[in-house]
């Protein structure tokens, strides 16, 4: 099979696209501890953030650690997040969640995964925590170098020929980009390619006039 042709530099693109970007805003999710990060993490599967965002300072309020979710139970969480994508499947999941790490300091406002979660493995063991949302936890929280492959990620890597079709699943695609793009940026390639990808290299319309990157990039689809 050929080899995808890169239209877009990886060194240029991390190098160029951070500065145009607050890099201080690790998520544009709400959340008030790493417990309620993960459930807002949970909730945005197939939901966008502003969606999530109009519901959970509410039910962060009520329930900001995994003993107060324990508290507050499924039926009342559902009536929280009813407005969002497979709100009965998320309530579970959270559940769930909220079941195993009651116990040590769950109870803590400032509410921290245990040490042994620092892990994909033993973070996916946890209710609702697949690889996606393992690696969005593991590198907003503790910058760990996962790649967290959502829409924008998955998209663009294949716009700029970092990924070509073999690479046809999140897992694949992870796989090639941890290759390919140099290790420093690693811990920020989720959190550059997400921002980047949602307001300026949109899938349909990508911004071209107002991107960082435009005199290097020679993507099939670009508009300028
Ligand atoms: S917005 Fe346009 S110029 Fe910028 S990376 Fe995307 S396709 Fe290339």
């Known amino acids: 099979m050929a080899k995808p042709k890169i239209t877009l530099l990886p060194d240029i693109y991390f190098e160029n696209v951070p500065k145009t970007l ?3 805003i690790r998520s544009e999710l709400y959340s008030t501890n790493e417990f309620t990060f993960a459930v807002a993490v949970i909730l945005s599967a197939q939901a966008t953030d502003k969606k999530v965002n109009e519901v959970t300072p509410e039910l962060f309020r009520v329930a900001p650690t995994p003993d107060k979710m324990l508290e507050l139970g499924i039926d009342k969480l559902k009536e929280h997040i009813r407005v969002i994508s497979f709100f009965n499947n998320k309530a579970t999941s959270i559940m769930k969640l909220a079941t195993q790490l009651h116990g040590e300091n769950s109870d803590d406002i400032n509410y921290h995964f245990p040490q042994k979660y620092h892990n994909r493995n033993e973070l996916m063991k946890l209710g ?12 907003v929280l503790w910058n760990a170098p996962n790649i967290g492959v959502d829409t924008h990620v998955f998209r663009n890597a294949h716009r700029y020929g970092w990924v070509g079709e073999s690479e046809n699943t999140p897992e694949k695609v992870e796989e090639k980009l941890l290759k390919i793009i140099p290790q420093k940026y690693h811990a920020i390639v989720n959190h550059v390619m997400v921002l980047h990808g949602r307001y300026t290299c949109k899938a349909l319309r990508p911004d071209c006039a107002n991107c960082p990157v435009n005199k290097w990039c020679n993507a099939a689809d670009k508009r300028i």
């Open 22 to 24: 607050n890099m201080n």
């Open 128 to 139: 609702g925590i697949g690889q996606k949302t393992a690696n969005v936890v593991m590198n």
